[in-house]
């Protein structure tokens, strides 16, 4: 995900079930040499960055862009409870903008919600993540009686196979998201269970983005490849071919001063960078290129309809390189 999809209200947090046991921001945290613990959950600086504007008077984020909130904590952590409201206030107010919320604690989310949530706001959707059959079993639920217009699920890092029919039997979830896990001690993810949920939503024609592997990639348990660089894992997502988009996920946006329900033609529109992009499995979810993230300079942007026909033009050398294993270090049998 690029850093201009993220909105980090809070950071820190601490651990609530198996799918935090090597959670990235600790080790990131680590990594940067960050003095404070992870544990201790702190407004950051970019606590009003939707409400930032450019020195024309322009919001810096634009209408119809979607950004995903609190990558570095937990929406619902406990220790956020006095802020929360402050961030419901920003989310009301930029009403033309997509607010895309994770958590591992959704029996947190009703007592949290704003006092005007109602059915839910036009412009978040919801996400829990869950991570094995056990915390989907536990989840689900509680996340099922939880109104919203807009939900989904988040299974990384996934740690197993996971039946989702209860939840994709409902017609609730409009889109279900999935990684390995990455960074240290990273514990294996099974080809063979993201082509099984892959397979559940195909059939529930639930939109499905595996949009890494993970470092450590197994096959009916037998040790396949193990790919540290996310690029490669990335790629190696995109060209399994499990990711379905069956429909768009409509939201309805507003203008925040007129409250006026804005066009499609007023809204943002991602543009991708046609290498980096290329075999990327995360564009579907992610929120294009502004060529901030370690892009190569001489990025050229285009829309993903030109994107898609370069990358028919690439495709058959990319298969190549996806069956070989070529670039790929092989685990140790
Ligand atoms: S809930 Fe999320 S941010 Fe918090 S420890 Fe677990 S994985 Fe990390
Ligand atoms: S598609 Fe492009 S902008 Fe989106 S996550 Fe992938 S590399 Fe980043």
């Given amino acids: 995900m690029a850093t201009h999809d993220i909105w980090n209200p809070w950071h820190g947090c601490h651990k609530v079930s198996a799918g935090c046991r090597n959670c990235y921001m600790f080790q990131l945290d680590a990594q940067r040499g960050v003095t404070m613990p992870s544990t201790v959950v702190h407004r950051t600086q970019e606590f009003d960055k939707p409400l930032k504007k450019d020195r024309h008077g322009d919001f810096k984020i634009k209408a119809g862009e979607r950004i995903r909130v609190n990558m570095t904590s937990d929406t619902f952590v406990e220790e956020a409870d006095e802020w929360r409201d402050e961030m419901w206030d920003i989310i009301r107010r930029r009403c033309d903008v997509v607010f895309y919320i994770l958590t591992k604690r959704p029996e947190r989310i009703a007592g949290h919600l704003p006092a005007d949530w109602g059915e839910g706001y036009e412009n978040v959707i919801l996400h829990i993540t869950t991570e094995n059959q056990n915390m989907f079993n536990r989840r689900w639920p509680v996340f099922e009686a939880i109104p919203a217009k807009h939900k989904g699920l988040t299974l990384a890092p996934l740690l197993g196979p996971i039946d989702l029919g209860p939840a994709l039997e409902s017609g609730q979830i409009?889109?279900?998201?999935?990684?390995?896990?990455?960074?240290?001690?990273?514990?294996?993810c099974d080809v063979a269970w993201v082509y099984d949920i892959a397979a559940q939503c195909l059939k529930h024609t639930t939109n499905f983005c595996w949009y890494e592997s993970g470092t450590d990639l197994r096959w009916h348990g037998r040790p396949l490849r193990n790919l540290p660089w996310k690029t490669e894992q990335s790629r190696f997502a995109f060209l399994a071919g499990t990711n379905r988009k069956h429909h768009d996920v409509r939201f309805r946006?507003?203008?925040?001063?007129?409250?006026?329900?804005?066009?499609?033609?007023?809204?943002y529109h991602p543009r991708y960078n046609d290498s980096r992009c290329l075999f990327c499995a995360s564009r579907m979810i992610c929120n294009g290129c502004n060529g901030s993230d370690h892009c190569p300079k001489d990025l050229r942007f285009v829309p993903v309809e030109e994107l898609e026909r370069i990358e028919a033009g690439k495709h058959d050398e990319m298969m190549r390189w996806f069956h070989s294993g070529e670039h790929w270090i092989r685990t140790k049998a």
Avoid: K, M, S, T
């Fill in 174 to 188: 409009e889109q279900v998201e999935c990684g390995g896990e990455n960074y240290a001690n990273p514990r294996p």
């Fill in 253 to 267: 946006l507003f203008d925040p001063v007129y409250h006026r329900e804005l066009d499609d033609d007023e809204l």
